[in-house]
């Protein structure tokens, strides 16, 4: 039987014996709080408290450019720098209790060997790090060792001997498409060109490596923790590698042999917008930047902009045939030389008496008094309308620094820019702005924006393209028959005729040869930017080209173009396979009434 004073005790011990079961179970909960269910967030908080929390950043490679084709232009090598802890040399060294199966004496000897330098100099300089400061935790040994390097160090072993694992740029066709390319600064961001361009397809994006370790060392369990790096995508452009390899080869030939400043060339298919090549000299080899000129970083085919001249004499009788203002039968007499009644003074580049040009006559011999008398024959407000709705002042494809060239409005045209403006001159425009106008006109009238970027394709093989293109009726496909067919005949009757014929193909040409503005309201003497624009075959147009030569000293004028378009649209039509014309050319047009 239980006696009172037997009850009191045994109760006191039930008491205490589940008190003490509560608490420990307020401890297995806590435990498993902190083990299991707040793991993550206890480790996370404990990588920053002390010294034995280690983050590293993984670093995800930059993607790829590549060309139409698949050529790779531009691509990254991943290189290591290695480094070492001197304090934590120290203290492995001193653990007698652990110590290292590779002394620092015989790890100097095989660390020195790998990397290519002499052991002695190497502990000399770790212990000279000490001396000055005994906590040091850093000494470089070497930057940009290979991969195969690496290995042979991350074999020793060694928990003081670390590798920061970094890309770089290689550019393996060199100065092929460089500049348009571009390059990359030490940090790995994109400076110029496609690499700037498509920063948000190529760059990588940076994982992360965190774990607890002891004072030895030795990674504590269930502390390593790591998010995967992304490598960047890879672009491919437009660009026909190989085709752009022979323009930038021969337009180098072409502009020393006519002693010009720089050149260019852009191949554009008429019936799509896409940009095949877009060459020109001088050229940039992203590889080694120091080589070139600092000017020739960027691209001039985007940033070099001009007065057209007499390219766009074509604008002038789009604009003229689509308002009905002349026809067939429509002439204006024209000598080489005329004052306006408005006092302006226009001349054409060759001495002759008073002519009765048709349009297409004005355009096989570039009169530019023709063009003056043609081009008033609409308002210039139409006139301004038709430039703008043909480009002019618009940018391309809004290439890294592209200008979109100038178009004053018409309250600012003077007694001499009225009629200026109708052969080239008081605008100004760039080389692919130039190609888009003639595009345009080889297209039916349908202007299609042009393109540089075929597609993005992401790391996990997802292909993003960019938004089709925009496209425009800015003339009549009638219209735009009658100015081609004009083109042809400037091709066929004009003076340079022989030397732009490209055997088995109609072909549509207009040279340019525009004067340089010397920086203080007036012109260069004596010194042009001259340029030739056309396309093929007319029957059936695929292909736009136009070459240009920025101040040729041999031959000024346009013609010193002629035989950079000649080989330029031959090796156009021979890359793609183009046949050759079946439909004979209509009858010559008269230049003459």
């Known amino acids: 039987m239980t006696t009172r004073a037997t009850r009191g005790p045994r109760r006191r011990t039930v008491v205490a014996l589940a008190v003490i079961l509560a608490v420990l179970a307020a401890f297995v909960v806590r435990l498993v709080d902190i083990q ?50 001197p304090s934590l040399i120290v203290e492995v060294e001193e653990d007698e209790k652990n110590p290292p199966k590779l ?17 002695d100099e190497l502990r000399t300089a770790v212990a000279a790090n000490l001396e000055a400061d005994p906590h040091s935790q850093y000494y470089l040994l070497k930057n940009g060792l290979s991969t195969e390097k690496y290995l042979e160090l991350r074999d020793l072993g ?18 092929v498409a460089g500049n348009v390319v571009g390059f990359v600064d030490s940090a790995g961001q994109g400076q110029a060109g496609v690499e700037q361009l498509e920063t948000s397809c190529l760059a990588p994006t940076n994982g992360e ?9 030795v990674i504590i369990p269930g502390s390593d923790r790591t998010v995967e790096a992304q490598d960047g995508g890879t672009v491919q452009l437009t660009i026909n590698s190989d085709l752009q390899w022979y323009l930038q080869q021969m337009m180098t030939e072409e502009a020393q042999a006519q002693g010009a400043k720089a050149a260019t060339a852009v191949v554009v298919e008429v019936k799509t917008g896409k940009i095949r090549a877009a060459a020109e000299w001088p050229s940039l080899d992203p590889n080694d930047l120091n080589a070139s000129n ?24 789009a604009t003229l045939i689509e308002e009905g203002a002349v026809d067939d039968s429509t002439t204006v007499s024209a000598s080489s030389r005329e004052t306006f009644p408005n006092g302006a003074m226009v001349n054409d580049a060759f001495v002759h008496g008073a002519y009765e040009y048709t349009l297409a006559g004005a355009l096989i011999d570039s009169s530019n008094v023709a063009l003056s008398k043609f081009g008033t024959m609409v308002d210039p407000q139409t006139r301004y309308d038709y430039l703008q709705k043909f480009g002019v002042g618009e940018k391309t494809i809004n290439f890294p620094r592209e200008e979109g060239g100038s178009l004053h409005p018409v309250s600012k045209w003077d007694s001499q820019s009225l009629y200026t403006t109708t052969f080239g001159q008081y605008f100004t425009v760039t080389a692919p702005q130039v190609a888009s106008v003639y595009q345009t006109i080889a297209n039916g009238g349908e202007k299609i924006d042009l393109s540089l970027i075929e597609s993005c394709t992401l790391p996990d093989g997802t292909v993003v393209k960019p938004e089709a293109p925009e496209r425009e009726q800015i003339v009549s496909e009638a219209t735009a028959d009658k100015v081609a067919r004009m083109i042809e005949n400037v091709a066929v009757q004009g003076g340079l005729a022989e030397r732009v014929e490209v055997p088995g193909y109609r072909i549509g040409i207009k040279t340019g040869t525009a004067e340089v503005p010397d920086g203080h309201g007036d012109y260069k003497s004596g010194i042009y930017f001259t340029s030739m624009v056309g396309f093929a075959p007319v029957d059936d147009p695929e292909y736009v080209v136009i070459v240009t030569l920025d101040e040729p000293t041999r031959i000024t004028s ?23 014309s079946t439909e004979p050319m209509d009858e010559l047009l008269p230049k003459f009434k």
Request: glycine share 8%.
């Open 36 to 85: 299991v269910v707040s793991a993550t967030e206890h480790v996370d908080d404990s990588l920053h408290v002390g010294k034995l929390g280690t983050t590293k950043t993984l670093y995800g490679d930059r993607g790829t450019i590549v060309d139409a084709s698949g050529v790779t232009l531009a691509s990254s090598m991943k290189v290591y720098d290695a480094q070492l802890s």
């Open 294 to 317: 600092p000017d020739d970083w960027g691209t001039k085919v985007f940033t070099r902009t001009f007065e057209p001249g007499s390219t766009y004499k074509a604008v002038t009788a």
């Open 209 to 217: 490596h965190s774990y607890l370790r002891s004072t030895t060392g």
């Open 158 to 175: 060694l928990v003081y001997l670390d590798m920061i694992p970094r890309e770089t740029r290689v550019y393996p066709n060199g100065a």
């Open 558 to 580: 346009s013609a010193a173009t002629a035989a950079g378009f000649q080989k330029a649209m031959t090796q156009v039509l021979k890359t793609y396979r183009v046949s050759p």
């Open 103 to 119: 002394p620092w004496n015989e790890a100097a000897d095989k660390i020195a060997e790998i990397i290519g330098q002499d052991a």
